[in-house]
């Protein structure tokens, strides 16, 4: 089992300080991630899920250590990735890859595609200058593009067509651990199925791992093998994907599952609408953070702080809610 | 096109900067100056064109002094070439002298015998706006006092954008202790008053160009420092920036490849103000007599003068219209520029 494993996030948190007063001493912190643990293993696909702010892509791009974690393990193939000195890190970013949610922002404008292309080569110094740009060529061709997009700018794509390229570069290196961070929440609904198949497509050809992060649950479901539920920086609820949409236990899954609309009129609706806003992760509630939304809360919810635990001795199925049992039908 | 692949936005900005007119014209006129300037010997010089002097050519404009033996004057040191022409006409034999449209050059004297300096402006002594109060050609004195300030402000941009943008970059990439340490550097260097520290300066060694450049440039790196660190913290925390930094690109890559393209603008922006910056603070500095020593030509100098002499209006209309028109023309290439650069929809200048 352990093999098998890819990537182990191990109580991931990340703690803005707020400073503030004359001598910006620290007067608060914002818990963006507070403790976040997954296992990802080979192959597979695991979904996360949350609304915005609850903290998702700030796992992702710990995981890459674009953000410095505040606290800790990540391990990578086996290699601890948060003690990592410079030039090892260097050379383990060509197994992990990450792809942004909006294309436009994520490519260098003032580049042309060559170049944006080119330059995971570059980087790390790989081939000559005719060997990358037939690489070029060959990744333009993966991702469903002409070659002749060699010379134009991003700008002058559609957006799908630029998310294309955005997946071009982040598979350039071939990566073990592809994150795709709200890889298709800019686009269309007509293109976000064939980004999300060229996904697929390219998990199977290359192995890939992917963390695939959205706040749409139906695309989740569509991609991912198991799928987290996170809520302002904690996860709430894990369980393989099918199970998950079968069987939602947290009260906040159930809410969000409930809100996917079904486009079947007969069906009744039956919704656990919640109420409110999402509280501020700079002042987080005692106990559940999500007694204040929750319909069933009651009066240990407001005081101690549900732990993510294994639900009906089921390893995969992971709930942190005081009254789960009440919800396991 | 195939060679020079500029992207679509640049071509845009081109464009956009062409339709400002006279921002566009201001700026033909300015390169035009800048780059005739370069041959200034060709023509405002004391030296002959073409000389014809027994069957043989001579083109003393560039290269060693010709002394006067070798056209049959009766002297070692440089020819005198108007004298020459003189002569020849006088002789009238088939030599002949091609003299540069103005034919003196910065430093010499033409005194006229029973006149004092300065002169007034003469077409037939080929002065075409007199003398200054030694004697010398006020448009020589314009046009090598330009060639200077105009390359002056140049080499002074060129070290102040290099210094201020890496510090300034490198403020913006890195933050933390090293950008606190900096701003406050730069608060304090700002308010060290320059013009004293000048003074001192040139009361102990006597400036000349490249001194003159370290020392403003010690006191006027820091202007573009703040405009980088601002713009890099926007840039460094952009998604194009994160995924370089994903693909394992190093600070100098990110900063050269991605961070300094895609702020070009401002730097761009920048530029004509600071020309006309530098031009203003030499010729002030010239004006105080703290700049460059005398004999050199310079528009600071030739200020001082026709403010002294205003009973030769000469000097002083001379080099204050010539100031005027080039600070007005660099100035509308500088609107020119950061109307193109604007994002919003810019305003049509007639």
């Known amino acids: 089992m352990s093999q098998d494993v890819l990537l182990k996030v191990d109580d991931l948190k990340m703690h803005y300080p707020i400073r503030g007063g004359v001598l910006f001493r620290q007067i608060a912190n914002n818990y963006a991630v507070d403790g976040v643990s997954f296992e990802i293993n080979r192959g597979e696909t695991l979904g996360i899920v949350g609304e915005s702010g609850c903290g998702k892509s700030t796992v992702a791009k710990a995981i890459l250590r674009l953000y410095e974690p505040t606290a800790g393990a990540i391990e990578f193939d086996g290699k601890d990735i948060i003690n990592m000195s410079k030039p090892d890190l260097r050379e383990i970013r060509q197994d992990m890859q990450i792809i942004f949610q909006d294309p436009m922002e994520s490519l260098n404008s003032r580049h042309t595609v060559g170049t944006i292309l080119e330059e995971p080569f570059v980087i790390h110094g790989k081939g000559t200058r005719a060997e990358r740009r037939k690489w070029v060529t060959d990744l333009l061709d993966k991702v469903g593009l002409q070659s002749d997009s060699v010379n134009r700018f991003p700008h002058e794509f559609s957006g799908g067509q630029r998310q294309r390229i955005g997946i071009a570069r982040a598979i350039a290196l071939k990566p073990k651990l592809l994150i795709c961070d709200e890889p298709v929440s800019a686009l269309d609904v007509s293109i976000q199925s064939q980004i999300l198949n060229l996904l697929l497509d390219l998990q199977r050809e290359m192995d890939l791992t992917l963390l695939f992060i959205a706040h749409d649950l139906?695309?989740?479901?569509?991609?991912?093998?198991?799928?987290?539920?996170?809520?302002?920086?904690?996860?709430?609820?894990?369980?393989?994907?099918?199970?998950?949409?079968?069987?939602?236990?947290?009260?906040?899954?159930?809410?969000?599952?409930?809100?996917?609309?079904?486009?079947?009129?007969?069906?009744?609706k039956v919704h656990d609408v919640l109420t409110g806003e999402v509280p501020s992760p700079i002042n987080p509630p005692d106990g559940c953070h999500f007694h204040a939304r929750c319909p069933y809360a009651e009066q240990i919810c407001t005081k101690q702080r549900p732990e993510l635990t294994t639900t009906n001795s089921n390893p995969n199925w992971l709930v942190s809610c005081h009254l789960k049992e009440n919800f396991i039908n | 096109?195939?060679?020079?692949?500029?992207?679509?936005?640049?071509?845009?900005?081109?464009?956009?900067?062409?339709?400002?007119?006279?921002?566009?014209?201001?700026?033909?006129?300015?390169?035009?100056?800048?780059?005739?300037?370069?041959?200034?010997?060709?023509?405002?010089?004391?030296?002959?064109?073409?000389?014809?002097?027994?069957?043989?050519?001579?083109?003393?404009?560039?290269?060693?002094?010709?002394?006067?033996?070798?056209?049959?004057?009766?002297?070692?040191?440089?020819?005198?070439?108007?004298?020459?022409?003189?002569?020849?006409?006088?002789?009238?034999?088939?030599?002949?002298?091609?003299?540069?449209?103005?034919?003196?050059?910065?430093?010499?004297?033409?005194?006229?015998a029973g006149n004092y300096p300065p002169a007034a402006p003469s077409f037939t002594k080929q002065h075409y706006l007199g003398t200054d109060t030694v004697g010398r050609d006020v448009v020589a004195r314009l046009v090598y006092g330009f060639r200077i300030a105009i390359f002056f402000s140049l080499f002074l941009l060129i070290c102040n954008y290099v210094v201020g943008t890496a510090i300034g970059c490198l403020m913006g990439y890195w933050g933390g202790i090293f950008d606190l340490l900096f701003q406050r550097l730069i608060e304090i260097w700002s308010n060290i008053p320059f013009l004293y520290v000048i003074m001192i300066i040139a009361s102990i060694i006597v400036p000349n160009f490249w001194s003159l450049v370290i020392v403003m440039l010690m006191f006027s790196w820091m202007g573009m420092t703040w405009y980088m660190r601002t713009a890099t913290?926007?840039?460094?925390?952009?998604?194009?920036?994160?995924?370089?930094?994903?693909?394992?690109?190093?600070?100098?890559?990110?900063?050269?490849?991605?961070?300094?393209?895609?702020?070009?603008?401002?730097?761009?922006?920048?530029?004509?103000?600071?020309?006309?910056?530098?031009?203003?603070?030499?010729?002030?500095?010239?004006?105080?007599?703290?700049?460059?020593?005398?004999?050199?030509?310079?528009?600071?100098?030739?200020?001082?003068?026709?403010?002294?002499?205003?009973?030769?209006?000469?000097?002083?209309?001379?080099?204050?219209?010539?100031?005027?028109?080039?600070?007005?023309?660099?100035?509308?290439?500088?609107?020119?520029?950061?109307?193109?650069?604007?994002?919003?929809?810019?305003?049509?200048?007639?």
């Open chain 1, 218 to 268: 139906a695309v989740v479901k569509h991609v991912s093998d198991r799928i987290a539920v996170m809520y302002l920086g904690k996860i709430v609820e894990m369980n393989d994907a099918e199970s998950l949409y079968k069987n939602p236990v947290h009260p906040y899954t159930r809410a969000l599952l409930s809100s996917i609309p079904v486009p079947d009129p007969e069906r009744k």
């Open chain 2, 1 to 112: 096109m195939a060679i020079l692949n500029l992207s679509p936005l640049t071509i845009k900005t081109l464009k956009r900067f062409r339709s400002v007119k006279r921002g566009y014209w201001s700026a033909i006129i300015i390169i035009s100056l800048i780059l005739l300037s370069l041959v200034a010997e060709v023509f405002v010089n004391s030296r002959a064109l073409i000389v014809s002097y027994e069957g043989e050519w001579h083109f003393p404009t560039y290269g060693a002094i010709i002394p006067g033996e070798e056209f049959g004057l009766g002297y070692q040191y440089e020819t005198n070439y108007r004298d020459l022409k003189q002569k020849f006409k006088e002789e009238g034999s088939d030599d002949w002298v091609l003299l540069p449209p103005v034919p003196y050059n910065a430093f010499e004297t033409d005194l006229e």
């Open chain 2, 233 to 350: 913290y926007k840039e460094k925390e952009r998604e194009y920036v994160m995924a370089s930094r994903a693909l394992g690109a190093g600070t100098a890559r990110i900063i050269f490849h991605h961070i300094i393209p895609n702020t070009v603008s401002i730097i761009i922006t920048f530029i004509p103000f600071s020309v006309a910056g530098g031009i203003t603070a030499l010729t002030s500095l010239d004006f105080l007599g703290f700049g460059l020593p005398p004999p050199t030509p310079s528009w600071g100098e030739l200020l001082r003068q026709g403010i002294d002499n205003l009973q030769s209006p000469w000097i002083v209309s001379s080099i204050v219209t010539s100031m005027i028109l080039v600070l007005t023309m660099v100035t509308f290439i500088g609107e020119a520029i950061r109307e193109a650069y604007d994002p919003k929809k810019h305003t049509i200048y007639e």
